[in-house]
């Protein structure tokens, strides 16, 4: 008790309490250790362990989810820690536990510097240096969770654990060889370990993949051939491809030709398996293939066919590979089986060959052919044979999703249309045909028809819960959130509403679309709030990797933990991450040029639906508390924490949008820097922030990514006028500018020639078209823009409706609605809404309000009449 400090000795009948305090929460017994707790505090309210212990039982009571009563517990163990701290400043337990309870609410920075400051009071704490090196490894500073690795080694060298984790340190310290050390002394050392089979054949994985990596490829075969030898590996799988890839280093091709001979043998559908193999053969396909090498790649391939007739790998590859009428050939004898086996992914298989325009058109030819041939009742192969009945169904279904293909170049949607109807004659059971005509439907810009028809799908199969998804999102897509929300609560939780319960689930295509249809429907507040949900849910995800820095060790599952790390750090580069910050930040940039937008601008019959609404919830939530009274449940306390912000208003009226937005794109800028959309959004924030050469620098970016890039194109006509209107350029951005703006266009170009030499250029472009128009705009700096470049804007615009240009419904939308931000007269944009309409006639997103409104409650009345509701009338 000597080497106690005065201030924190106890007498012995406290020091039991402290003893039972410790136990109680080791076993959760949490009324009883703050019970312990108090009684310690009532003769010494200044004994700061006993407070650190109080607030981490009382932190570790709390309930999850939160309640409205939590959040007072919480508050107070917070306060709790922090005056622990301040009375034991000294003290290992009161610093930990601050510690912990950082980590708990997230805050990484004070979590790391509380571990630091309680190894500084107790360097040999073990439960306390597990804390420090799993938050360590979480927070990336590997070099410090490798000396605390070390360390742990030095206490406990008697633990396999303790070797192993130091071995998974140094790796992801990049230190492999000091990593593979390790591994060869823990083996000189430790004899007998204890370790299963399966856990030494893990962590003999793990080195010899450090091996490859670090360049020691001798080591590495010698390593997994004595592991073959002694039985702790297994001669199928990853094992054997790993043998084959490190005898391809070592320049023993044929050997390698062998094993991955023996790989194909054991699993002969895997691609990479031939892949492989044609490596060692000196074949690169998934990069480039000569004309010269064509026809022995596809010979090998085809002897793999031969030799395994039930394997469809080698027969795919195939047509990746040939050409003309070679490829006309393979095509048609994959087409042929997959119809007769009425496989329906046929076609999700057969369009990664759809890059090339030259295939694509042999495709539809081949099942052109195919279906004349089956409508005669014809056999498809030169035998007697006759075809399966549902050969020709599953034609018709190919073709019609072929011709409605976006990289068809002149799609067929009426014909497609034709073919599924005629489908439906033959089975009208499939939801298949339906989903097809949804999907078709909504390509040709029938949003409206396309969500009926997805409906009708999901009424074939109730209990389907992937059409109930579809169905959900093309109803969604129309801008119908409620009976989007109506569909998918026949499959979430019935006691909270249906978009929390998909939050909760972290449902990332939920609220993408939900997003994009509260933007669409100019509710931006909602908008914003979806998408900074899904922004969120990827901040969870990065959140909820700590507790596997611990687990994947303990279950000695190195190469998932090393492959989760790598994930981790990519983790934002995921496409729903990108997809939804750019909506946002698009959102955002409308708020700062329009702070109008702020402002919720409902009409009379929308404020009398939200009246209506909230009353209803109130009558909702008051028949609620009576029942809940009347059962003696739900207790004031026990309600969860309600949302601060249900409506997102809170996120529409920020004060600094473009700060907001810059938040979002900052990860895209590291994760995403390979596409273009990040460089030419970060352009969009950057220049309103009149942050002149980061917004240049953005659009050098994008340059060297694609030049001719039709958004890019008119940014760089904005930039130089923007930059030649300010007045008081600094001198660092005018020297650069001058310096470098002439890779992106010439110095003496003429900005009107430079505009209308991308149109002659990309004349049958989409987005080219509108680059130029967009181009048109910014030509002229006049505000509001005169009548002559308004026609001149139109008349670029109204190329989309030409007949050499494939029609895109999404640009032609685009392009309106440039017209009506530039203040068209309303009579122009009528017109060329006209002109759009009669290209793509089946597109009802050119029909005017009205005749939306009036097909869409015709369209929920037809569905309540089917699902045997009467309608309000």
């Known amino acids: 008790m000597s080497n106690i400090p005065k201030h924190r000795q106890l007498p012995d009948k406290e020091n039991r309490l402290f003893k039972e305090l410790l136990t109680q929460y080791e076993y959760k017994q949490y ?64 610093w930990h536990v601050l510690g912990i309870l950082a980590k708990t609410r997230k805050d990484w920075d004070e979590a790391t510097r509380a571990f630091a400051m309680a190894r500084k009071q107790d360097s040999e704490n073990i439960p306390l240096m597990r804390d420090s090196i799993a938050l360590y490894l979480h927070t990336r500073q590997f070099s410090q969770a490798v000396a605390a690795r070390h360390q742990h080694l030095l206490l406990r060298p008697t633990l396999r654990s303790s070797w192993t984790s130091l071995i998974i340190a140094h790796h992801l310290n990049g230190d492999m060889t000091e990593g593979i050390e390790v591994y060869d002394q823990y083996l000189g050392i430790v004899k007998n370990d204890g370790a299963t089979s399966s856990e030494k054949a893990q962590l003999l994985m793990h080195i010899i993949t450090m091996c490859m990596e670090a360049g020691q490829w001798d080591d590495a075969l010698r390593r997994l051939e004595n592991g073959l030898k002694d039985g702790v590996l297994s001669t199928r799988g990853q094992v054997t491809q790993l043998k084959a890839e490190i005898l391809m280093q070592l320049g023993r091709e044929s050997e390698s030709e062998d094993v991955w001979r023996a790989l194909i043998e054991q699993n002969p559908d895997n691609l990479s398996y031939y892949d492989g193999f044609l490596r060692t053969k000196g074949y690169e396909i998934r990069k480039s293939v000569t004309l010269d090498s064509t026809s022995k790649i596809v010979s090998l391939l085809n002897s793999f066919a031969e030799s395994y007739p ?36 046929l076609f999700v298989d057969v369009k990664g060959l759809y890059v090339d325009l030259e295939r694509m058109k042999i495709v539809g030819e081949i099942v052109e052919d195919l279906i004349q041939t089956l409508e005669k009742d014809a056999g498809l192969h030169d035998d007697d044979s006759k075809a399966p009945p549902t050969a020709l169904l599953w034609a018709y279904y190919f073709l019609a999703l072929h011709l409605a293909h976006p990289a068809h170049p002149n799609p067929s949607y009426d014909r497609s249309l034709q073919l599924l109807s005629t489908a439906l004659k033959h089975t009208p059971t499939l939801p298949e045909i339906y989903m097809a005509e949804a999907m078709v439907r909504k390509r040709a810009g029938d949003i409206l028809g396309a969500a009926k028809a997805m409906e009708e799908a999901r009424l074939l199969d109730g209990q389907d819960r992937f059409l109930n998804c579809k169905a959900a999102k093309y109803w969604l897509r129309v801008g119908e959130v409620a009976k989007a929300e109506e569909l998918t609560a026949m499959f979430t939780k019935k006691d909270i509403a249906t978009s929390q319960d998909l939050t909760d689930l972290q449902c990332l295509w939920f609220l993408q679309e939900e997003g994009d249809s509260y933007r ?15 922004a969120t849910t990827f901040q969870d995800y990065e959140d909820d990797q700590y507790d596997f820095h611990t687990y994947c060790l303990r279950r000695m599952t190195f190469s998932a933990y090393y492959s989760l790390m790598k994930y981790e750090d ?42 209506k609404a909230a009353k209803k919830a109130q009558k909702a939530e008051q028949k609620a508390r009576k029942a809940a009274a009347a059962t003696g449940e739900g207790k004031k306390e026990d309600q969860p924490v309600p949302d601060e912000d249900p409506q997102g208003s809170k996120l529409l009226k920020t004060e600094t949008p473009l700060d907001e937005a810059l938040k979002l794109w900052k990860p895209l800028e590291l994760l995403a820097s390979s596409r273009i959309e990040t460089w030419t959004t970060g352009y969009q924030i950057y220049i309103r922030k009149k942050l002149y050469l980061a917004a240049f620098k953005c659009l050098l970016q994008a340059h060297d990514i694609d030049p001719r890039d039709p958004n890019l194109h008119w940014e760089i006509i904005h930039f130089k006028q923007t930059v030649s209107a300010v007045p008081d350029l600094a001198e660092p951005v005018k020297m650069t500018t001058d310096q470098l703006l002439p890779s992106l266009i010439p110095s003496d170009a003429d900005l009107a020639a430079y505009n209308a030499n991308l149109l002659s250029q990309h004349s049958s472009s989409p987005a080219h078209i509108l680059g130029a128009a967009k181009g048109l705009s910014e030509l002229d700096t006049t505000r509001p823009i005169p009548s002559s470049s308004l026609q001149a804007i139109e008349s ?14 999404a640009i032609m939308s685009s392009a309106l609605k440039l017209m009506k931000e530039l203040g068209a007269p309303i009579s122009s ?6 002109t759009y309409k009669s290209r793509v006639p089946l597109a009802s997103v050119f029909e005017s309000d009205e005749e939306l409104k009036r097909r869409r409650r015709e369209a929920l009345e037809g569905e309540e009449v089917a699902n045997g509701v009467k309608p309000d009338l």
């Open 31 to 94: 009324k009883k250790g703050l019970k312990a707790a108090d009684t310690i505090l009532k003769k010494f309210p200044n004994h700061g362990e006993t407070i650190a212990l109080k607030a981490l039982t009382l932190h570790s009571s709390l309930p999850f989810p939160m309640t409205v009563a939590g959040l007072t517990k919480q508050e107070e163990a917070e306060s709790l820690a922090r005056l622990a701290v301040k009375k034991d400043i000294t003290s290992h337990i009161t």
């Open 310 to 345: 039930k394997a469809l790998a080698p027969r795919r590859m195939c047509l990746d590979i040939a050409r003309g009428d070679e490829f006309r050939d393979l095509a048609r004898a994959y087409l042929v089986n997959g119809l007769e086996k009425a496989i329906p992914s």
């Open 520 to 534: 669409a429907n100019g509710n931006l507040g909602m908008a914003l709030k979806r998408y900074q949900s899904l």
């Open 570 to 611: 990519q983790l934002r580069s995921h496409p729903a991450y990108f997809k939804a910050s750019l909506a946002a930040i698009n959102i955002y940039t409308r708020l700062h040029d329009d702070p109008s937008l702020k402002e919720e601008k409902l009409t009379a019959e929308e404020e009398a639906e939200r009246k």
């Open 796 to 809: 670029t615009l109204s190329r989309l409706a030409a007949h050499d240009v494939p029609p895109s419904v």
């Open 829 to 834: 944009i009528d017109s060329l809404r006209d």
